[in-house]
């Protein structure tokens, strides 16, 4: 078992940036892949970024050189960072924490809300 504490949510102004963290604990020697999904009012739930046990990342092509994500590994924790920079009204969302294990067990964050606005 894996638990996700998300913060870092709120409102904020066009522009502007906020940084998401994500702290998972429990079984975390089982995480493989962590990614942050959100879901806009009326719309699905989509992935924002991934990020491989090694390193590796990805990012979606809405979010492309205004967000960036990261990983740190602590002794009992592992964190998960999304860094969300010139924010746009359209990145308000419902913004996820998810995990994958080795045997694709999948965990979710309760969400925090995002939003952009004047």
């Known amino acids: 078992q894996v638990q996700l504490v998300e913060s870092g949510g709120g409102l904020v102004q066009p522009g502007g940036s906020l940084r998401l963290s994500c702290a998972a604990s429990g079984s975390i020697s089982s995480i493989n892949t962590m990614g942050w999904y959100r879901r806009a009012p009326g719309k699905q739930r989509e992935l924002v970024a991934g990020?491989?046990?090694?390193?590796?990342?990805?990012?979606a092509d809405s979010v492309q050189g205004r967000f960036a994500i990261s990983r740190d590994n602590a002794k009992n924790t592992v964190y998960l960072y999304l860094q969300m920079n010139s924010l746009k009204p359209e990145d308000t969302a419902v913004y996820y924490c998810n995990v994958i294990t080795g045997t694709y067990s999948r965990y979710w964050g309760q969400g925090t809300q995002v939003t952009v606005s004047s």
């Open positions: 990020i491989t046990r090694g390193g590796s990342t990805n990012l």
